[in-house]
């Protein structure tokens, strides 16, 4: 189950979404987010499926990644479903037993639920897949560089960002290699009721977060060895630029909003 979790991790490629602007990529990612909140209707859905399937096709990103990346979320799709299903009020009653009660109301809010968590967390790992945590950084920095003139540390808030999202998938991977350990141990982690399993996994959180702490300690000492003294007066060796394609994608993006709100306003 760790292995299938893929926030943070990169593809490396050289198709057009990867060559995109960091900056472009998180204001459409927002703009993204947004227009999933405005979907009203089925074909709305329809519409960014669509959109979602186009930019995994052009940027080379496999569904098989994308479905693998939400396995861990499958705990919490399922309870989303059930609770907007059995617990959602309507007069068009389906299906009845003692205090459960099934709706065609719930049945449509279920699955518009469902969809729009995975199209929602689909969307935000398209970011990372095809954005390295640096390029995030150094566009993340940039979007809230109007902040600094309020005192703000933004480079110090990015690069923490920066920071997390790299050590996801070595804290993942750290983490499933003291799980082999303790298995070599006799420990047994995959059995048993979910409070035994769960009381099982406790005594990984010592090791886990002594390799967290040292892996902390290592970077902070290796910055220091760098001369590192923040962001003020930092160069880069790639300065970004917005090209063509940013704006093509930034039209993509405002045509798709678009269409979401005219399908939401003919109700199809």
């Known amino acids: 189950m760790l292995k299938d979790i893929t926030l943070g991790q990169y593809f490396p490629g050289d198709t057009v979404v990867h060559r995109l ?3 472009t990529k998180l204001i459409l990612t927002v703009a993204y987010i947004a227009a999933i909140f405005m979907v ?23 569904p ?15 309870f989303t479903a059930v609770l907007n299903l059995f617990f959602t009020r309507g007069d068009d009653i389906l299906f009845q037993w003692k ?11 279920a699955v518009s639920m469902v969809l729009r968590i995975l199209l929602l967390v689909s969307g935000t790992f398209l970011l990372t897949y095809t954005t390295s945590p640096l ?22 808030l990015s690069l923490m960002m920066c920071i997390a999202l790299r050590f996801i998938p070595t804290l993942i991977e750290e983490t499933d290699r ?21 009381r099982a996994l406790l005594p990984l959180l010592i090791p886990l977060f002594i390799s967290a702490f ?14 590192y003294n923040g962001g003020e007066g930092r160069t880069r060796m790639k300065e970004l630029h917005m090209a063509w394609r940013d704006g093509a994608a930034f039209a993509l993006g405002a045509a798709l909003i678009a269409g979401i709100l005219l399908l939401r306003r003919l109700g199809i």
């Open 99 to 109: 205090f459960l009660r099934v709706t065609y109301t719930g049945v449509e809010r």
């Open 40 to 62: 009203g209707s089925w074909g709305g859905y329809a519409l960014v499926f669509a959109a979602l399937a186009a930019v995994c096709a052009v940027a080379h990103i496999k």
């Open 21 to 23: 602007d960091p900056r």
């Open 214 to 227: 040292r892996r902390a300690d290592e970077l902070a000492l290796a910055m220091e060895c760098r001369c």
């Open 64 to 78: 098989r990644a994308l479905l693998k990346g939400l396995k861990p979320l499958v705990f919490i799709i399922v």
């Open 178 to 198: 003291i799980m082999s350990a303790q298995k070599a141990r006799g420990a047994d982690l995959e059995t048993g009721t979910l409070p035994e399993r769960a």
């Open 135 to 156: 390029a995030i950084t150094d566009g993340l920095e940039k979007l809230l560089s109007p902040l600094k003139k309020l005192r703000v540390p933004v480079y110090e």
